[in-house]
Structures are given as structure tokens and as C-alpha cells.
């Protein structure tokens, strides 16, 4: 069974602070374009960008923080890029996996981690192992990731596990093998850099979240700017398919 419940299927509780923020992190090639610098420099100084998020985190007790790092669709990209990003990666978990332990936050990497070289495989599963019991922040990277891909993926391992659900399955059946199955759904999606949509990231997590855009490109999200973000949050209703007159009434008797 999955850890956490469906928002499809139950209310959860609406806190002040988000207790799931997921963040699709865009614009750093237009960052360093602005700058005539090479893209690659954009996504160097992203990575700066990570490490105040995951301060933003542990200083204002949000529980788990997922970042859209590589989607299933960016190996479409120019392969020199592709293969400088690769090369970034296994650098930040070479030299930010032990700052994340000292300050115990858990590291997850979700996505389908067959197409990387076995090097970042091993670093990856060696983060893992290394964070496995830290309890201040879950931080997920999802790395080659597709949330089309998350449900297929889901679906594939549920009927091999339970070839009985091939005649009827519910919900919950399915929830329990999604790549964050470990994690509650998220209260507030942030979208960087200008584009409003979800890019196929969290399609089955993200029914009832609240979606904030921003122009403000990734390098410049800093934590003054995830603040307008949470209270952005802070305003919205929560309703869960329910009126407004009946939260109201809730608050009336509560």
C-alpha cells in the first residue's frame, strides 16, 4: 500500500506552510544567455539555486521538496548539452551529498535511471544508501523522469506483482507503485522562468496541487522569491471539490 492517501479520495489537512513543494526549475539557459555566456554556465549557477531551495526548506519546516531536473524529453536536446548536464550531475552528488547529510536531508532520485552511464548509477544508489535514515527533508531529483512514464511504469510493476488486478483494479492498487509513492502528493507546484504548463512532471501527483508561475528564471529564484510563492499558497482555498460556504462552515464549528 502507498504511504500516503489520495486527494482524489480523501481531504488532507490544508497547513499554513506547505508540507510538499515540487518545483520544475527553468530558465537557465536563458539566464546565461542574457549574460552571452554558454548555457552549461546557466546550469552551474542552478545548482547554487538548489542549495538555497533546500535552505528554504529545512529553515521554514517543509517536508519534502522534488525538483524536475532532466525530463524524459530533454535527451532531445543538443547532445553537447545533454552530456554537460550528465556531467553536472555526477559532480553535484560527488560534492553536495555529504553537505545533505550533515544537515539530514534524505536524497531520492526518481526517473528511469536504466539510460545513465553505470557510473552515476552507483553515485546515485551510493547517495541514497548514504541519506537513507535523515529525517529533516526529503529531497527528490527526478532525472529522466516522465510522469506519462511514472503511471506506465506503475502500471507494469502492479500487474507483475498482482496478476489478478489485470481484471479490475482501483486507485490505490496503482498508487502504491508511482516512483513517490513515499511521499504525500504536493501542496504547491512551482513553476520557474516564465512557461505555464506542467511538462508532463507528477501528472498523476499533481490533481490538487496549487500551480504558481513565475517569470523569474531559476538562477534568479532566490529565497525572498520562494517566499512570494508560499504566500501566493497562503491565499488560495483548498477546497478539495467542496463549496466554499462548507470550509467556512467548518471554521464557523471548529
Known sequence: MALFSSSTREVPVAAAVPRHVAIIMDGNGRWAKKRFLPRVAGHVK??????????ACLERKIDYLTL?????????????????????????LEQE?????????????????????????????????????????????????GGRW?????????????????????????????????????DLFIRTGGEERISNFLLWQ???A????????WPEFDTAEFDKAIASYQQRERRFGRTSEQLQDRKDHA
Open 68 to 92: 524536475f531536473a532532466f525530463s524524459s524529453e530533454n535527451w532531445r536536446r543538443p547532445a553537447e548539452e545533454v552530456s554537460l548536464l550528465m556531467q553536472l550531475f555526477v559532480k553535484a
Open 46 to 55: 542552478g545548482v547554487e539555486l538548489v542549495r538555497e531551495a533546500v535552505r
Open 150 to 186: 511514472d503511471i506506465m511504469q506503475a502500471m507494469q510493476r502492479m500487474l507483475a506483482a498482482h496478476p489478478e488486478k489485470r481484471d479490475g483494479f482501483v486507485e490505490s492498487d496503482l498508487e502504491a507503485f508511482l516512483s513517490m509513492s513515499y511521499a504525500p502528493e504536493p
Open 206 to 208: 499533481l490533481a490538487y
Open 97 to 145: 551529498v555529504e553537505k545533505l547529510n550533515r544537515n539530514n536531508v534524505r536524497l531520492r532520485i526518481v526517473g528511469d535511471l536504466s539510460r545513465f552511464e553505470p557510473r552515476l548509477q552507483a553515485l546515485i544508489a551510493e547517495a541514497e544508501a548514504k541519506t537513507a535514515t535523515n529525517t529533516a527533508l526529503v529531497l527528490t531529483i527526478a532525472a529522466n523522469y
Open 210 to 217: 496549487e500551480l504558481y508561475f513565475t517569470p523569474t528564471l
